[in-house]
């Protein structure tokens, strides 16, 4: 790109320079001439009066060289006075500037921004030492899937492994309530094992990092380091900020140092406010987490030692879990293995990043062709405006100007609109930006866009700002030398000769014909995937997740069980649950873990008499979740066969299960489920005799074929798990709310609330990604769409101005308005039917790159295939229609009498 | 180039050109000749320094030039004063003579003594 512009300069200021030697060679020859003329006529004999004239002139070369430094000064006045021409030409013509300028602006805009925001979040750089050196530890079945591992299975492998591994840590979320500024609030912090820093080679800003031995006694080193993010917000980047005491769920935590801007945690996509020692998240959560192998919450990097290849390392880990296997310690998965994968590949998680990568490659394609859109507009204005001048420029070289330089001119021009258009567009991507930022996604925890890294800043990182002005430069340089070399190559007879408008000059005409139809055959491709990403959404909201049809709150609370007996939880929560049911406005109140529909699952493994397996399996497998008897009524599910948990269910009585009607018909088809006992092979499970059938719902996503469900009674679990969420229906979900806070605060200081949300929130978090394409896709396609309209209006009021005189002449001979009007809207309408059919055509091809990301949409949608084309039609006729009506309403005396 | 008894002081070539194009536009050779002729063969104007000077000039924007035909039909560039050239050439002359005015002054002076 810089090479290209530096060719350029070099070519053009070399076409300058020849000229000027040219032209001083002919001085001096012509100096040379007239003095040997002047010799000859005193008496010389021509040779001596040539030499002679040589001689007084002096050294030929000297002369040529004194006055070359005399260009070089020059080439950088001459560009300041095209700068100030171009400027005044442009003001000259405002609505044109504006329309160019505006095109350009939204289409470099709209690529900074996502450019910033992909950016951001799929190339952030790594501040990590060697990273070529480093893994992500995973644990996998089967090679199926990547799962967080559990700090237990994490420090077999630590044991299992020596030498192997320089170092392994661990990272995994420690929400806290923190108390600072007189405010408290709920702060998404990071748990890390000491050491941590220093293996992955972050150095901290101000004061040290975490260090191993503040991860030795559990709840022994109630230390904390600040995320750089919320040392500014919280703290105003004080700098005197290490010594300090930050109250941390009802502790004093010394801060011991802040971590540097670019190092965003070790958890994928979440930028925590602050560190503290893993040795004090189970005091911090109030919760067992170390040592429970089925805990899989952690993220886990290691250092591969000198010399030691992942391959080695894979089979030094496989014999760790082989062992594991055979030893079947409590919540170790038989047949589960350690997965390698090199950190530099993972960008937020390697489930998910081929999913975000075809998101970013789709987003960037959108914006990609909004910004050809606003170039062919440029373009097509470009064209316009070179035939507009062709007579300005006829006369300017008749008055002696070269061509060159007249090239320069206009090139000069283009790049001042490529520039604006550039500054303007960054003004538009922040306003884009603070838009994007302020719409408020319904992201789980409450989370913002900010938590992801996505923030201004991103969009002022030098590739952004470089793309942003490269845009806007090569651009116009580009789009600008097409019409620069055209429109001063005009003959200049003919072009003073004709009228006004030189002629109808054929060849840019049809350039800007062939543009127009590129516009509207891309707008439409992008309307198309608007229009199916609005279906499919569409789609979504139709759906029937099987629960929560009726208006529900949720209220998460986070209840810490470290310092409670399993039977003492299990009591508090039935006085919430009381409480909860006692409050106005409540019809029916449940727990639940996991959610239906939350992004965290659970999954329990079962034999049945009498059913065997599948091959190469040891059991069945279905999702578990622990419910209270309360949730199948609070989320408007129906047991349709069997009964609810009751209080009959309790730690010591037969452990009961409820199943989903899916899995009923499955395993026992002939209906009679109830009374069937699920056989469980993991030792820590306890045999469960089903009790009851429920209705189905989605579990793991919206409109997916129903799941087999197993729900366990909450009242005989052993209450170890912190979190739940209540489910309480009550007519107005969002008074609902604020009661169930109040009431919490009310009973118990010790509970925290982590998440308050309505149902229809909860499931429109489900409904994210499809309402995000929708909606970003429809904005893009909007803009294609105006960009469109503008160069079909901007081509037929050129047409209009071309033909003011026949115009006349037919009105004159009296002809009518409408048709007049019709005559001249036909041309543009005939390029719009031209494009509609090549975008539709070309949308079918590239609807199946959207298949995988639509739902309940094929990329053959009748209605958006139909929908999109006539939107674009209807917008395009008035573009076309409404400068030609103008036209033909003109007085035709007027019309005859324009030059 | 050497150094010649009746080059040009710094820094009053620009004037003295200006000067020469006063009346018409002329081409080099022309204005060289002109200022031989008005200096009476005192001042002769170095080629090494006249056509940076001419080029310097335009660039000021003191003079234009452009192609013409000569009387014998040749074709030359002439120079020719711009309206800005003109002031700068009145204002230049104006403080040449009170440099000069003032340089004699001293000179007489110290004849005097």
Same mark, same amino acid.
């Given at each position: 790109?810089?090479? %290209?512009?530096?060719?350029?300069?070099?070519?053009?200021?070399?076409?300058?320079?020849?000229?000027?030697?040219?032209?001083?060679?002919?001085?001096?020859?012509?100096?040379?001439?007239?003095?040997?003329?002047?010799?000859?006529?005193?008496?010389?004999?021509?040779?001596?009066?040539?030499?002679?004239?040589?001689?007084?002139?002096?050294?030929?070369?000297?002369?040529?060289?004194?006055?070359?430094?005399?260009?070089?000064?020059?080439?950088?006045?001459?560009?300041?006075?095209?700068?100030?021409?171009?400027?005044?030409?442009?003001?000259?013509?405002?609505?044109?500037?504006?329309?160019?300028?505006?095109?350009?602006?939204?289409?470099? /805009?709209?690529?900074?921004?996502?450019?910033?925001?992909?950016?951001?979040?799929?190339?952030?750089?790594?501040?990590?030492?060697?990273?070529?050196?480093?893994?992500?530890?995973?644990?996998?079945?089967?090679?199926?899937?990547?799962?967080?591992?559990?700090?237990?299975?994490?420090?077999?492998?630590?044991?299992? =492994? $020596?030498?192997?591994?320089?170092?392994?840590?661990?990272?995994?979320?420690?929400?806290?309530?923190?108390?600072?500024?007189?405010?408290?609030?709920?702060?998404?912090?990071?748990?890390?094992?000491? /050491?941590?820093?220093?293996?992955?080679?972050?150095?901290?800003?101000?004061?040290?990092?975490?260090?191993?031995?503040?991860?030795?006694?559990?709840?022994?080193?109630?230390?904390?380091?600040?995320?750089?993010?919320?040392?500014?917000?919280?703290?105003?980047?004080?700098?005197?900020?290490?010594?300090?005491?930050?109250?941390?769920?009802?502790?004093?935590?010394?801060?011991?140092?802040?971590?540097?801007?670019?190092?965003?945690?070790?958890?994928?996509?979440?930028?925590?406010?602050?560190?503290?020692?893993?040795?004090?998240?189970?005091?911090?959560?109030?919760?067992?987490?170390?040592?429970?192998?089925?805990?899989?919450?952690?993220?886990?990097?290691?250092?591969? &030692?000198?010399?030691?290849?992942?391959?080695?390392?894979?089979?030094?880990?496989?014999?760790?879990?082989?062992?594991?296997?055979?030893?079947? @310690?409590?919540?170790?998965? @038989? /047949?589960?293995?350690? &997965?390698?994968?090199?950190?530099?590949?993972?960008?937020?998680?390697?489930?998910?990043?081929?999913?975000?990568?075809?998101?970013?490659?789709? %987003?960037?394609?959108?914006?990609?062709?909004?910004?050809?859109?606003?170039?062919?507009?440029?373009?097509?204005?470009?064209? !316009?405006?070179?035939?507009?001048?062709?007579?300005?420029?006829?006369?300017?070289?008749?008055?002696?100007?070269?061509?060159?330089?007249?090239?320069?001119?206009?090139?000069?021009?283009?790049?001042?609109?490529?520039?604006?258009?550039?500054?303007?567009?960054?003004?538009?991507?922040?306003?884009?930006?603070?838009?994007?930022? $302020?719409?408020?996604?319904?992201?789980?925890? /409450?989370?913002?866009?900010?938590?992801?890294?996505?923030?201004?800043?991103?969009?002022?990182?030098?590739?952004?700002?470089?793309?942003?002005?490269?845009?806007?430069?090569?651009? &116009?340089?580009?789009?600008?030398?097409?019409?620069?070399?055209?429109?001063?190559?005009?003959?200049?007879?003919?072009?003073?000769?004709?009228?006004?408008?030189?002629?109808?000059? @054929?060849?840019?005409?049809?350039?800007?014909?062939?543009?127009?139809?590129?516009?509207?055959?891309?707008?439409?491709?992008?309307?198309?995937?608007?229009?199916?990403? %609005?279906?499919?959404?569409?789609?979504?909201?139709?759906?029937?997740?099987?629960?929560?049809?009726?208006?529900?709150?949720?209220?998460?609370?986070?209840?810490?069980?470290?310092?409670?007996?399993?039977?003492?939880?299990?009591?508090?929560?039935?006085?919430?649950?009381?409480?909860?049911?006692?409050?106005?406005?409540?019809?029916?109140?449940?727990?639940?873990?996991?959610? @239906?529909?939350?992004?965290?699952?659970?999954?329990?493994?079962?034999?049945?008499?009498?059913?065997?397996?599948?091959?190469?399996?040891?059991?069945?497998?279905?999702?578990?979740?622990?419910?209270?008897?309360?949730?199948?009524?609070?989320?408007?599910?129906?047991?349709?066969?069997?009964?609810?948990?009751?209080?009959?269910?309790?730690?010591?009585?037969?452990?009961?299960?409820?199943?989903?009607?899916?899995?009923?018909?499955?395993?026992?088809?002939?209906?009679?489920?109830?009374?069937?006992?699920?056989?469980?092979?993991?030792?820590?499970?306890?045999?469960?005799?089903?009790?009851?059938?429920?209705?189905?719902?989605?579990?793991?996503?919206?409109?997916?074929?129903?799941?087999?469900?197993?729900?366990? &009674?909450?009242?005989?679990?052993?209450?170890?798990?912190?979190?739940?969420?209540?489910?309480?229906?009550?007519?107005?979900?969002?008074?609902?709310?604020?009661? %169930?806070?109040?009431?919490? #605060?009310?009973?118990?200081?010790?509970?925290?609330?982590?998440?308050?949300?309505?149902?229809?929130?909860?499931?429109?978090?489900?409904?994210?990604?499809?309402?995000?394409?929708?909606?970003?896709?429809?904005?893009?396609?909007?803009?294609?769409? !105006?960009?469109?309209?503008?160069?079909?209006?901007?081509?037929?009021?050129?047409?209009?101005?071309?033909?003011?005189?026949?115009?006349?002449? #037919?009105?004159?001979?009296?002809?009518?308005?409408?048709?007049?009007?019709?005559?001249?809207?036909?041309?543009?309408?005939?390029?719009?039917?031209?494009?509609?059919?090549?975008?539709?055509?070309?949308?079918?091809?590239?609807?199946?790159?959207?298949?995988?990301?639509?739902?309940?949409?094929?990329?053959?949608?009748?209605? =958006?295939? =139909?929908?999109?084309?006539?939107?674009?039609?209807?917008?395009?006729?008035? !573009?076309?229609?409404?400068?030609?009506?103008?036209?033909?309403?003109?007085?035709?005396?007027?019309?005859?009498?324009?030059? | 180039?050497?150094?010649?008894?009746?080059?040009?002081?710094?820094?009053?070539?620009?004037?003295?050109?200006?000067?020469?194009?006063?009346? +018409?536009?002329?081409?080099?050779?022309?204005?060289?000749?002109?200022?031989?002729?008005?200096?009476?063969?005192?001042?002769?104007?170095?080629?090494?320094?006249?056509?940076?000077?001419?080029?310097?000039?335009?660039?000021?924007?003191?003079?234009?030039? +452009?192609?013409?035909?000569?009387?014998?039909?040749?074709?030359?560039?002439?120079?020719?004063?711009?309206?800005?050239?003109?002031?700068?050439?009145? +204002?230049?002359?104006?403080?040449?003579?009170?440099?000069?005015?003032?340089?004699?002054?001293?000179?007489?002076?110290?004849?005097?003594?």
């Amino acid at each position: 790109m810089r090479a %290209l512009a530096e060719m350029w300069q070099r070519l053009r200021s070399l076409a300058a320079r020849r000229e000027l030697e040219d032209r001083l060679d002919d001085e001096i020859r012509f100096h040379v001439e007239q003095q040997t003329e002047k010799n000859r006529r005193a008496g010389m004999a021509p040779d001596e009066a040539r030499r002679q004239a040589l001689i007084r002139f002096g050294g030929v070369e000297q002369v040529r060289e004194g006055t070359r430094d005399e260009f070089r000064a020059a080439r950088i006045e001459h560009l300041a006075r095209d700068v100030r021409y171009g400027l005044r030409s442009l003001r000259r013509h405002p609505a044109f500037s504006a329309m160019a300028v505006l095109s350009l602006a939204i289409g470099i /805009g709209a690529n900074a921004v996502i450019f910033g925001v992909v950016h951001a979040v799929l190339l952030p750089d790594s501040p990590l030492l060697q990273p070529e050196t480093l893994v992500n530890v995973y644990e996998t079945e089967g090679g199926q899937g990547f799962n967080p591992p559990s700090h237990a299975n994490i420090e077999d492998l630590r044991r299992g =492994t $020596s030498g192997v591994f320089s170092g392994i840590v661990a990272s995994t979320f420690a929400g806290a309530p923190i108390e600072h500024g007189g405010e408290a609030g709920y702060v998404m912090g990071e748990a890390v094992t000491g /050491g941590a820093f220093a293996l992955l080679g972050v150095e901290p800003l101000l004061g040290r990092t975490i260090l191993p031995e503040d991860d030795v006694a559990r709840g022994g080193h109630p230390v904390v380091m600040l995320g750089h993010g919320y040392w500014q917000r919280a703290f105003g980047a004080d700098p005197q900020v290490v010594g300090r005491t930050l109250r941390m769920g009802g502790r004093g935590y010394t801060i011991i140092g802040v971590a540097p801007a670019d190092y965003r945690g070790g958890m994928p996509a979440l930028t925590p406010a602050f560190f503290v020692p893993m040795a004090m998240v189970e005091e911090l959560m109030g919760a067992e987490m170390l040592d429970q192998r089925d805990f899989h919450s952690f993220f886990v990097k290691a250092r591969l &030692a000198p010399g030691v290849t992942r391959a080695q390392a894979e089979h030094a880990a496989s014999l760790v879990a082989g062992s594991l296997t055979a030893a079947r @310690p409590e919540g170790w998965v @038989p /047949g589960e293995q350690f &997965a390698f994968v090199p950190t530099s590949d993972v960008r937020v998680y390697p489930g998910l990043d081929p999913l975000l990568r075809a998101v970013a490659l789709l %987003l960037m394609a959108v914006v990609g062709l909004v910004l050809l859109l606003a170039c062919t507009n440029l373009a097509s204005f470009l064209l !316009a405006r070179a035939l507009d001048r062709s007579k300005e420029v006829a006369l300017r070289r008749a008055l002696g100007a070269t061509r060159a330089a007249l090239v320069r001119q206009l090139l000069v021009e283009s790049s001042l609109l490529g520039l604006a258009g550039a500054a303007v567009g960054l003004v538009v991507a922040l306003g884009f930006f603070y838009v994007l930022l $302020s719409v408020d996604l319904p992201l789980p925890f /409450g989370m913002k866009l900010l938590h992801f890294g996505i923030e201004s800043k991103a969009l002022f990182d030098w590739r952004v700002l470089a793309l942003t002005a490269g845009a806007g430069i090569v651009a &116009a340089g580009f789009l600008g030398l097409v019409p620069a070399v055209q429109g001063t190559r005009a003959d200049l007879g003919s072009a003073l000769k004709t009228g006004s408008r030189g002629s109808d000059a @054929p060849g840019p005409l049809r350039w800007r014909n062939a543009l127009v139809v590129a516009q509207i055959s891309m707008s439409l491709v992008l309307l198309v995937g608007a229009g199916l990403f %609005l279906r499919s959404w569409q789609r979504m909201l139709s759906v029937d997740p099987g629960f929560g049809r009726v208006p529900t709150s949720i209220l998460s609370l986070w209840m810490p069980v470290t310092r409670s007996t399993p039977e003492d939880a299990v009591q508090r929560t039935r006085r919430v649950l009381e409480r909860f049911r006692s409050l106005p406005g409540v019809d029916a109140a449940g727990l639940a873990w996991p959610l @239906p529909l939350e992004f965290s699952s659970s999954h329990t493994d079962f034999t049945i008499d009498g059913r065997v397996p599948p091959t190469g399996r040891e059991a069945f497998r279905a999702e578990r979740t622990i419910v209270d008897g309360g949730f199948f009524d609070a989320a408007g599910m129906a047991i349709v066969a069997g009964r609810t948990f009751n209080d009959g269910d309790r730690q010591n009585s037969q452990p009961v299960a409820v199943i989903s009607q899916a899995m009923a018909r499955r395993y026992w088809p002939d209906g009679n489920a109830v009374g069937n006992v699920l056989h469980r092979p993991d030792p820590a499970e306890d045999d469960l005799v089903v009790v009851g059938v429920a209705s189905d719902i989605n579990m793991r996503s919206l409109g997916e074929p129903p799941r087999d469900v197993v729900y366990e &009674a909450y009242s005989q679990r052993d209450g170890g798990s912190p979190m739940f969420h209540f489910v309480v229906r009550g007519a107005d979900p969002e008074r609902t709310s604020r009661a %169930l806070i109040a009431a919490v #605060r009310e009973m118990d200081p010790n509970l925290q609330v982590f998440q308050s949300m309505t149902m229809a929130q909860h499931l429109a978090m489900s409904r994210l990604p499809s309402q995000m394409g929708a909606f970003m896709l429809s904005a893009f396609a909007a803009m294609a769409m !105006a960009l469109a309209a503008l160069g079909v209006y901007g081509l037929v009021r050129y047409t209009v101005s071309m033909r003011t005189r026949e115009i006349g002449i #037919r009105m004159a001979l009296g002809a009518d308005a409408a048709g007049v009007a019709r005559l001249l809207a036909t041309n543009g309408l005939r390029l719009v039917l031209l494009g509609g059919a090549i975008g539709v055509a070309v949308s079918l091809l590239a609807g199946r790159f959207l298949a995988t990301m639509l739902f309940g949409v094929g990329n053959f949608d009748p209605l =958006t295939l =139909t929908g999109a084309p006539l939107v674009l039609g209807v917008a395009a006729w008035l !573009a076309a229609y409404l400068p030609a009506r103008r036209a033909s309403r003109a007085d035709p005396l007027a019309a005859l009498r324009a030059d | 180039m050497t150094k010649e008894k009746g080059d040009v002081l710094q820094g009053t070539l620009d004037m003295v050109v200006l000067k020469a194009l006063q009346l +018409e536009p002329m081409h080099g050779w022309g204005i060289t000749e002109r200022i031989e002729q008005w200096s009476e063969s005192v001042l002769q104007l170095g080629q090494g320094t006249l056509y940076p000077a001419l080029y310097r000039l335009e660039r000021q924007d003191f003079i234009r030039s +452009e192609w013409r035909i000569t009387d014998n039909n040749r074709r030359a560039r002439y120079y020719s004063l711009t309206a800005r050239g003109r002031r700068h050439l009145n +204002e230049s002359l104006a403080q040449w003579r009170r440099m000069s005015r003032a340089i004699n002054l001293v000179l007489d002076v110290t004849t005097v003594n």
